[in-house]
């Protein structure tokens, strides 16, 4: 598709959605498949209106189900391709993901997370963590999932998320929340054409000049096979744990260690800042990728602080994470507001000084 | 009896190169297999095995990648006409069909079903109706007849308490979407010979992107009926066809006038 | 009459007689023996055949194939 149109590299200002989706479009999908659902509606409306004027395919679909299988459909037909939904909706695509991660297509899905359970809110949260970094549907499975924290990452994620798919023939996820779809800010658009796509030889395209058949499938009726497929995916997985990513703010010779992703990761920037200004070291451990986690960089931090504070937007799920790397080396704190509600960087850092009262630290 | 094949003999009907060398799976008499190889029989004719992508979900028709000799997807229960309209919409130029039996594609998978006909995708379904489950060991399904006995209607089924049986197809019928709509079937030879017309018909309707082909396949579950496989072909006729008629709903705007003008 | 046969592929069929019936000529019947699959599988019982293709057309394998002797003396120019 003509990816060349409106593809300047002037730093422009865009809301989190629309910068995804432009991304998108320079990263050359074919096409992108979805279903409205707030607080992302803007990635489809986005895609409907760009992708007739610039050669792609854009579908809105009946459902976020009909939506992931028609992702399924066209990326085991071997081309580039998107979904996105909002929380709801992702747990609506949770039994395509599981066939897709079992048939082994690349293809990328984007989570603006907002609160729930159930309806829920339409306001940011960080509550679906568990659901992407675990699997999320049925069956022993991984999502590479990425999660950025700002609308710079939003359009920039895009393209490491194709290449981390195409490169491990493995759904891609972008973690991010309300907030970060909606917010406008500073944004220089990555390159069009600088992801080129590769032919695949084990795409359903048609036979072609092919003398085997292709098959896309996820059944195995024989549980030694089924066993093998199963060993084969854990290997993919283990392999993918080099494309660990994260981002270090003052961790050398912070006593506290804040450990926070997305939006969490920036409130905690200033509560960085609000400590450091108190003589309190305070550093801030920020993962990029949720899958694979950096549990070997927590480790090693875990003996040299004195605390960790875990902080989400949601009852404390990365913190399991957390706790399992830190292995009973340092205690581990959790903060954190649920149902689309923000810690307030002034709130975080309260619960610092409260754990430096209670654990009686003392700083260095 | 000894039967030696005269050397001057000519093959006139032969399984076509287009089916696997897999012996099917399908229980002895199964419509399934006969719908498999008059679609791989087509598939030959036409001279369209490279550029064919077959979608096939779950229910006993999952299993047909097995036999048929072309690139294939296997659909999550219900999903196939949305994987197939995924291949389409990026590969528009290759013959896409879905396979799909009567509880993935009137039970689980409406919604894909209604939409995807709604939009007129490019492709062609193909609807095994046996009224009934037969992968899972017979339960009722959406097109179970009103006291038709199953494992899950072991009294019959009521209408007051299940509702009647579904008519999907005319009710496809009625959507702009859907170009070319026709019930068949396998009881006879010469009902499968209509049937691998329509089948023909649809693709090449298909490549002059007229919209979505759908063919009901009023076929049978020896096992899941509990019956041989010639009763169950006799209960086609006598039960089945009551209930969905033989014939075309829907045929393309130009061909009904020309068969007005001329019935012949 | 146009002359023909079939070869039925005896560990492919089931048995399950829907050529028996298709076939207007009776030459179809079940083997006294079984595959080895466990089913009695179809043979040809009588020397009437007009490769008509009717049992195969309705073989859901499938596993006959159908001969028939060429209508006139063939020209063998290709």
């Given at each position: 598709?003509?990816?060349?149109?409106?593809?300047?590299?002037?730093?422009?200002?865009?809301?989190?959605?629309?910068?995804?989706?432009?991304?998108?479009?320079?990263?050359?999908?074919?096409?992108?498949?979805?279903?409205?659902?707030?607080?992302?509606?803007?990635?489809?409306?986005?895609?409907?209106?760009?992708?007739?004027?610039?050669?792609?395919?854009?579908?809105?679909?009946?459902?976020?189900?009909?939506?992931?299988?028609?992702?399924?459909?066209?990326?085991?037909?071997?081309?580039?391709?998107?979904?996105?939904?909002?929380?709801?909706?992702?747990?609506?695509?949770?039994?395509?993901?599981?066939?897709?991660?079992?048939?082994?297509?690349?293809?990328?899905?984007?989570?603006?997370?907002?609160?729930?359970?159930?309806?829920?809110?339409?306001?940011?949260?960080?509550?679906?963590?568990?659901?992407?970094?675990?699997?999320?549907?049925?069956?022993?499975?991984?999502?590479?999932?990425?999660?950025?924290?700002?609308?710079?990452?939003?359009?920039?994620?895009?393209?490491?998320?194709?290449?981390?798919?195409?490169?491990?023939?493995?759904?891609?996820?972008?973690?991010?929340?309300?907030?970060?779809?909606?917010?406008?800010?500073?944004?220089?658009l990555p390159e069009a054409g600088s992801l080129p796509y590769h032919e695949v030889n084990w795409a359903t395209s048609g036979m072609g000049k092919r003398k085997e058949r292709n098959i896309i499938t996820s059944l195995y009726m024989q549980p030694e096979e089924m066993e093998q497929v199963n060993l084969h995916l854990q290997k993919k997985y283990k392999a993918m744990q080099k494309e660990v990513r994260f981002e270090s703010i003052l961790t050398e010779d912070a006593d506290i260690l804040l450990v926070a992703y997305g939006l969490g990761a920036r409130i905690c920037q200033k509560v960085v800042e609000l400590g450091r200004e108190k003589d309190i070291k305070i550093g801030l451990l920020r993962p990029i990728t949720l899958y694979p986690f950096p549990k070997d960089e927590i480790a090693r931090l875990a003996i040299r602080v004195q605390s960790i504070l875990v902080v989400e937007m949601n009852a404390g799920q990365m913190v399991e994470d957390v706790s399992l790397a830190v292995n009973g080396r340092c205690p581990v704190n959790l903060t954190g507001r649920m149902g689309g509600m923000i810690s307030s960087p002034e709130e975080v850092f309260q619960k610092v000084e409260t754990i430096i009262e209670k654990q009686t630290l003392t700083l260095k | 009896m000894e039967n030696k094949i005269p050397e001057e003999f000519e093959v006139v009907y032969c399984k076509p190169s287009t089916l696997t060398d897999m012996p099917m799976h399908y229980c002895p008499g199964c419509g399934h297999g006969i719908v498999n190889k008059i679609l791989m029989e087509v598939v030959e004719e036409l001279n369209i095995q490279d550029k064919t992508i077959g979608v096939a979900p779950v229910g006993c028709s999952v299993f047909a990648y097995n036999y048929m000799n072309i690139d294939m997807q296997e659909a999550a229960h219900g999903r196939a006409s949305a994987v197939a309209t995924g291949i389409k919409r990026v590969l528009p130029d290759r013959y896409v069909f879905s396979y799909q039996g009567d509880g993935d594609l009137a039970a689980i998978g409406t919604s894909e079903t209604i939409h995807t006909v709604n939009r007129g995708e490019n492709i062609l379904m193909i609807f095994i109706n046996n009224a009934i489950y037969g992968m899972t060991g017979g339960q009722m399904a959406p097109t179970t007849l009103i006291g038709q006995v199953t494992s899950t209607s072991p009294y019959g089924r009521e209408a007051a308490a299940i509702g009647n049986p579904l008519k999907i197809t005319d009710m496809l019928a009625q959507l702009p979407g859907a170009y070319y709509v026709s019930r068949h079937s396998i009881h006879t030879s010469n009902a499968i010979r209509k049937l691998k017309k329509a089948i023909t018909k649809s693709f090449e309707y298909q490549k002059e992107k007229k919209g979505t082909c759908f063919i009901e396949v009023v076929s049978n579950c020896p096992s899941g009926w509990k019956m041989t496989p010639l009763e169950s072909m006799k209960w086609i006729e006598e039960h089945m066809f009551p209930i969905y008629p033989l014939g075309d709903l829907k045929i393309p705007k130009e061909e009904s006038k020309v068969t007005k003008e001329n019935p012949n | 009459m146009i002359k023909g046969t079939v070869k039925i592929d005896e560990e492919i069929c089931k048995g399950c007689e829907l050529c028996i019936v298709a076939c207007p000529q009776g030459s179809l019947g079940l083997s006294s023996h079984i595959n080895t699959h466990g089913y009695r599988y179809v043979e040809l019982i009588k020397d009437n055949c007009t490769g008509c293709i009717n049992c195969a057309i309705v073989c859901p394998e499938p596993a006959i194939t159908v001969y028939r002797q060429p209508k006139t003396t063939k020209s063998k120019v290709a």
């Open positions: 598709m003509n990816q060349n149109n409106n593809s300047n590299n002037e730093p422009r200002l865009m809301k989190g959605n629309e910068a995804l989706a432009e991304a998108a479009i320079r990263a050359g999908i074919h096409a992108y498949f979805g279903y409205p659902i707030t607080p992302q509606s803007e990635i489809l409306e986005y895609f409907t209106r760009e992708m007739p004027k610039r050669g792609g395919v854009v579908v809105q679909a009946e459902s976020e189900l009909a939506a992931i299988n028609m992702v399924y459909g066209a990326a085991g037909a071997g081309t580039r391709i998107m979904t996105s939904s909002s929380s709801p909706g992702i747990s609506l695509m949770q039994e395509g993901l599981s066939y897709i991660a079992s048939a082994e297509l690349p293809c990328l899905v984007v989570n603006i997370n907002r609160g729930g359970p159930g309806l829920g809110t339409i306001q940011p949260s960080q509550s679906d963590y568990w659901q992407a970094v675990k699997g999320g549907g049925h069956g022993d499975y991984h999502l590479i999932v990425l999660a950025p924290a700002s609308v710079q990452e939003m359009a920039d994620f895009v393209f490491d998320a194709f290449r981390l798919a195409e490169k491990y023939r493995n759904p891609a996820f972008i973690l991010a929340d309300g907030a970060l779809g909606q917010m406008m800010e500073k944004v220089v | - | -």
